[in-house]
Nanobody, 127 residues
Framework: QVQLVESGGGLVQAGGSLRLSCAAS????????MGWFRQAPGNEREFVAA????????IYADSVKGRFTISRDNAKNTVSLQVNSLKHEDTAVYYC????????????????????WGQGTQVTVSS
């Protein structure tokens, strides 16, 4: 069992930045690839970014490439998402998720493959 708690969301002006964090419980954090997803009002949840259990591989949605950076610290059981150059359309609830894998470089953008989810943190970008 893995529990995930997100933090760092808030209200920011367009062009601004935030750093979202996700703290994971348990001693097996390094066994999980981690992902960030988001859901805007009236929309389905969508993939944002993912990082392999080793940290050696990352993938991003096209809409955030070059603006968002995912990272992890396995010693601290945390995964972060640095979000820069925010746009109004980035407004959403952001969720972190954990995906068990034995492969050190596997990531994934399919939310159905993720085993555990946090409660989410709201990011609101004012235009």
């Amino acid at each position: 069992q893995v529990q995930l708690v997100e933090s760092g969301g808030g209200l920011v002006q367009a062009g601004g930045s935030l750093r979202l964090s996700c703290a994971a419980s348990g001693r097996t954090f390094s066994s999980y690839a981690m992902g960030w997803f988001r859901q805007a009002p009236g929309n389905e949840r969508e993939f944002v970014a993912a990082i392999a259990r080793s940290g050696g591989s990352t993938i991003y949605a096209d809409s955030v490439k070059g603006r968002f950076t995912i990272s992890r610290d396995n010693a601290k059981n945390t995964v972060s998402l640095q979000v820069n150059s925010l746009k109004h359309e980035d407004t959403a609830v952001y969720y972190c998720a954990a995906k068990f894998t034995v492969y050190p470089l596997v990531t994934g953008s399919n939310e159905a493959d993720y085993d555990y989810w946090g409660q989410g943190t709201q990011v609101t970008v004012s235009s």
